[in-house]
């Protein structure tokens, strides 16, 4: 019998700390044949879970890119969740350097609840340290998993890449090889060499996308009263620690991948109205299948 093939579903397609009315916050659901896989934990993504059909207690790996809050928001859900749903099974977090502090900073926070539990004498609940495992990992390490290997580098959200390999925190991207396909996911990230080198030959990308212009127009609204010298920070931030369309069309050729998506779309960008303007631009550099991730969209 053919093994189940693999499917990967932007559950979580907002970015940034603004809400989006349209766009959860990151999270993504890589379907191992029939194991699922969860890269990055944003705000609502035990939600989203259940809205793509998987149970949140079957998720056994979950693996974060970095430590920006849109990224790791439901974390503390996902621990209590499980902790009150009585958990017994290993749940592995995998993630650069200071997982471990946050996930144990969570795991106290779980005390307090795991205290009070149901209010039923002589039943008591699983506590999160008895079922949760992180493992740190750091680029170069490889991971095995029932068929599924995973690589990582690191790119360039929070630093250039002639920094790379200096003390300090680091953000990955993630290169997921299948029994039947080869999936990258970039994380955040600007342009890079390392990530253009290990997706290479991949068969989908998902990676970020920003608008430098249309982004600090709208901090800009909303922000009147803030000095122009903190503009220009987050503008130095959004345009060389993020992909535009071009480069994300750019990393698509560079990389020879057939299929590109493009996710991590803050409010205002890409909506229905405009997503035809960012595939064409995305399509000046690329001349593969372009997609404008949707929320609950498997590909």
């Known amino acids: 019998m053919a093994p189940n093939p693999s499917t990967f579903t932007t559950l979580g397609t907002g970015g940034g700390p603004m809400q989006n009315p349209l766009r959860s916050q990151p999270a993504h659901l890589l379907m191992n044949g029939t194991k699922p896989v969860l890269i990055d934990c944003g705000e609502g993504a035990m939600g989203q879970l259940k809205r793509a059909g998987v149970e949140f207690r079957d998720v056994s790996e979950i693996f974060l890119t970095h430590h920006h809050f849109d990224h790791i928001g439901s ?39 795991n205290a009070i539990g149901f209010g039923v004498p002589g039943q008591s609940m699983p506590k999160v340290e008895d079922f949760v495992v992180v493992r740190e990992i750091v680029p170069g390490d490889v991971i095995e998993l029932d068929g599924l290997t995973v690589k990582n580098c690191e790119n360039t959200h929070y630093r250039q890449e002639s920094e790379a390999g200096t003390e300090g925190y680091l953000s990955l991207s993630f290169r997921f090889d299948l029994p039947d396909r080869s999936i990258f996911f970039t994380g955040d990230t600007g342009e890079c060499k390392a990530v253009e080198s290990l997706a290479q030959g991949v068969d989908l990308l998902v990676g970020e996308m920003m608008d430098a212009d249309l982004t600090m127009r709208m901090v800009r609204s909303r922000n009147p009263d803030v000095p122009e010298a903190q503009i220009q920070k987050i503008c130095e931030h959004i345009a060389g620690h993020h992909l535009s369309a071009e480069q994300l069309g750019d990393l698509a ?19 229905p109205q405009t997503a035809p303007d960012y595939v064409a631009r995305i399509a000046s550099r690329f001349s593969g299948e372009i997609s404008i991730a949707e929320d609950l969209k498997q590909y």
């Open 75 to 113: 974390l503390f859900a996902c621990f209590g969740i499980n902790m009150m749903t009585m958990r017994r099974t290993p749940l592995t977090v995998y993630g650069p350097p200071g997982t471990r502090q946050i996930v144990d900073g969570l795991i106290a926070a779980c005390a307090v609840p």
């Open 253 to 271: 050729t560079i990389t020879g991948a057939r299929h590109v998506v493009a996710t991590h779309l803050p409010p205002g960008l890409a909506t």
